[in-house]
T-cell receptor, first 113, second 116 residues
Framework: GQQLNQSPQSMFIQEGEDVSMNCTSS?????WLWYKQDPGEGPVLLIA?????ELTSNGRLTAQFGITRKDSFLNISASIPSDVGIYFC?????????????FGKGTKLSVKP | EAGVTQFPSHSVIEKGQTVTLRCDPI?????LYWYRRVMGKEIKFLLH????????ESGMPNNRFLAERTGGTYSTLKVQPAELEDSGVYFC??????????????FGPGTRLTVL
């Protein structure tokens, strides 16, 4: 089945640092989504991308839909403590079910000790 | 407006027992989805309801899992009999319209199921 390879699996951040994570796949996607999950909560949508090459920002977050439609990245600028959590990429595969989101395994952001 | 709610938040059962999870979608949302995250793995799609009809159940693992949405409002997901590998977090999501790529799925907090 379709698979999303999300990296890194985890990372430590220091306040003020920029953070970058990405997802790649061998399949073509029509939609790329980035979610954040806080402890005890469900994933919350951060950014949605619908067109190849699209670059979208939401505050300090910026995400891009790769030109090949097989990858996407999320950048967080000037990180703050409340950025910690698990970030998931997700997408809708071209030609697949329109409700069936494919998720990456997540990137866990923690505060650098 | 209330978000997606799920009950219970946690469930611990023994292998062979039955468990029923409940999801209440956002009011007015016709689309309801079930997902599952097994520890260390990605969140995986289970099935999709449009109102009371199953639109896509391609992700259901096996016939021990039964999902219902009578009346097109809340949904239940029953696991009978539960096995150890069923442990994980079960998420429910809902969306307003089935417009595919333009439709946002709102997730509930999940039910953490532990099968001993």
């Amino acid at each position: 089945g379709q698979q999303l390879n999300q990296s890194p699996q985890s990372m430590f951040i220091q306040e003020g640092e920029d953070v970058s994570m990405n997802c790649t796949s061998s399949s073509i996607f029509n939609t790329w989504l980035w979610y954040k999950q806080d402890p005890g909560e469900g994933p919350v949508l951060l950014i949605a991308l619908y067109k190849a090459g699209e670059l979208t920002s939401n505050g300090r977050l910026t995400a891009q839909f790769g030109i090949t439609r097989k990858d996407s990245f999320l950048n967080i600028s000037a990180s703050i403590p409340s950025d910690v959590g698990i970030y998931f990429c997700a997408g809708l595969v071209h030609g697949g079910s329109q409700g069936n989101l494919i998720f990456g395994k997540g990137t866990k952001l923690s505060v650098k000790p | 407006e209330a978000g997606v709610t799920q009950f219970p938040s946690h469930s611990v059962i023994e292998k062979g027992q039955t468990v029923t999870l409940r999801c209440d979608p956002i009011s007015g949302h016709d689309n309801l989805y079930w997902y599952r995250r097994v520890m260390g793995k990605e969140i995986k799609f289970l099935l999709h309801f449009v109102k009371e009809s199953k639109q896509d159940e391609s992700g259901m693992p096996n016939n021990r899992f039964l999902a219902e949405r009578t009346g097109g409002t809340y949904s239940t997901l029953k696991v009978q009999p539960a096995e150890l590998e069923d442990s994980g977090v079960y998420f429910c999501a809902s969306s307003l319209e089935d417009r595919g790529y333009t439709d946002t799925q709102y997730f509930g907090p999940g039910t953490r199921l532990t099968v001993l």
